[in-house]
């Protein structure tokens, strides 16, 4: 398609037919019939009935806030999975904590009532752990909550996590010149890291943690299998919030994050097959949810896709998208289904986005959206975004396809479509379906794409516009 922006001004427009003949739409078989294979091959771990009270004078922990309950936790856990699994329990009360590891067949129980405080100094994250920065591999500070090579793992109740972040300690490394003078404290660690992802540095030799300033995910599953992350409350994230890694077959369910710090996406599966988020709401600082693959070369070395993934019943507040798959989706994405959500803020910026550019490729293809109620976002419905950072500089061409958005509604945006893309890259087969989009007050903008679809869809302008044919407008 020559680089071009579209509008077509009227009270209400009905489209049948944009650059793709209707027949095209009778190729898809109905995508959604997937959907039930996908279902079964996710199942919630179940523990045995035991519990393990991390009150209880064998471990020792406090209440209060004032007591560090660091190795009360780990002495529970460890006890737990020596006895072949059940609960680990946080019971009423404020407990302060460094990171905690989880083993096989613990569920960390978090009750009505609980708030786990965690430390902000990052000592309590020592020593260094296997973990994936961004989408790089490299040895850095611990995830507050983590697992690596565990199945059967849970995070559950109705209490409170509470990672403590705040630009007094976390989130200042980020800032220029709030804390200290000069740039970020960041910058020089991620463009490390990012060297040496480049290089292909051997993975042990990426030694981060003290004397550098990659802050740790809040919770980071690494090649874990069976998980579930059940009811519970995230606030005040250093960084990433929910970010399994490798790993299949996750249920997150229930979850509330309300954390506006700086790259606070809310759940991030990151190269992860079988994956379902349902029942969830989300307000963050940045993507509600991301779904990635590994970043650069490094992401192509991994060489593992995320595939197999339901969103589904999920209400997202302010953020950079409701749905993001992108920028580090180096191994590519494929099979994402969203479902019955709802999307609405001033705050948030796009319903469905794709970012990506010739740095870090990846093939993005069968991503589906039906019945999804959008409110007000700042840019677009549908954005796809391959001058995202880098741009057209680089060798691996990424690719967007077989995109489907099916009785999607929304209220205000000022787009329904926006496609920055460049010669080589691929943009195709994107369809929409019985949708109505009101409100919408610029041009829509494509450059560089393939086939569009629009069927039955309305768009219903933001204002009165002045009729640039002889034909009135229709009356309603």
Not at 372 to 392: K, N, P
Request: proline share 7%.
């Amino acid at each position: 398609m020559p680089n071009h922006g579209f509008f077509l001004p009227g009270i209400a427009l009905f489209f049948a037919v944009l650059l793709q003949p209707a027949s095209g739409a009778a190729r898809h078989a109905d995508p959604w019939n997937a959907v039930p294979a996908i279902l079964a091959q996710i199942k919630a771990p179940l523990f045995p009935a035991r519990d393990f009270i991390i009150t209880d004078a064998r471990f020792g922990a406090r209440p209060g806030g004032a007591h560090d309950c660091t190795a009360a936790i780990a002495s529970a856990i460890a006890a737990c999975h020596e006895a072949g699994g059940g609960r680990v329990v946080i019971p009423a009360g404020i407990f302060l904590t460094g990171a905690i590891h989880l083993k096989s067949n613990v569920n960390l129980h978090v009750s009505e009532g609980a708030r786990l405080v965690f430390s902000t100094d990052p000592a309590a994250y020592l020593p260094v752990v296997l973990t994936r920065w961004e989408g790089i591999e490299c040895m850095n500070y611990s995830p507050l909550i983590h697992a690596h090579g565990q199945e059967n793992i849970a995070v559950t109740g109705s209490g409170m996590l509470d990672g403590g972040a705040s630009p007094d300690n976390w989130w200042g490394w980020t800032k220029p010149g709030e804390r200290h003078a000069g740039p970020p404290l960041s910058r020089a660690s991620v463009r490390r890291l990012n060297e040496m992802g480049d290089k292909n540095t051997p993975v042990a030799e990426r030694i981060f943690g003290e004397g550098h300033y990659l802050r740790p995910p809040f919770v980071q599953f690494y090649r874990c299998k069976n998980i579930l992350i059940e009811g519970v409350t995230l606030i005040r994230s250093p960084f990433w919030e929910l970010n399994p890694v490798l790993c299949e077959n996750i249920t997150v369910r229930g979850v509330k994050i309300d954390s506006h710090g700086p790259n606070n996406d809310g759940c991030d599966p990151d190269s992860c097959r079988n994956v379902l988020i349902e029942d969830c709401r989300f307000d963050t600082g940045d993507d509600c949810i991301a779904i990635k693959s590994g970043r650069n070369n490094d992401g192509r070395r991994v060489n593992v896709p995320s595939e197999n993934i339901i969103v589904r019943n999920c209400e997202m507040k302010d953020g950079h998208g409701g749905v993001v798959i992108g920028s580090e989706i180096s191994a590519g994405c494929r099979n994402v289904f969203v479902e019955n959500c709802v999307m609405d803020s001033p705050n948030l910026d796009r319903a469905l986005r794709f970012k990506s550019n010739a740095r870090r490729g990846g093939v993005i293809e069968n991503i589906h959206m039906r019945n999804v109620s959008v409110g007000r976002v700042a840019e677009a419905i549908l954005t796809i975004d391959f001058m995202y950072q880098e741009g057209a500089d680089g060798p691996h061409l990424p690719a967007v396809r077989n995109v489907s958005l099916e009785n999607v509604n929304g209220k205000s945006s000022p787009r329904v479509l926006q496609i920055a893309g460049f010669q080589g890259a691929t943009a195709d087969d994107i369809r929409f379906k019985d949708c109505v989009f009101e409100g919408v007050s610029a041009t829509e903008y494509v450059r560089h794409a393939g086939r569009i679809l629009f069927d039955n869809v309305t768009i219903v302008p933001a204002g009165k516009l002045r009729p640039v044919s002889s034909v009135p407008p229709p009356s309603e």
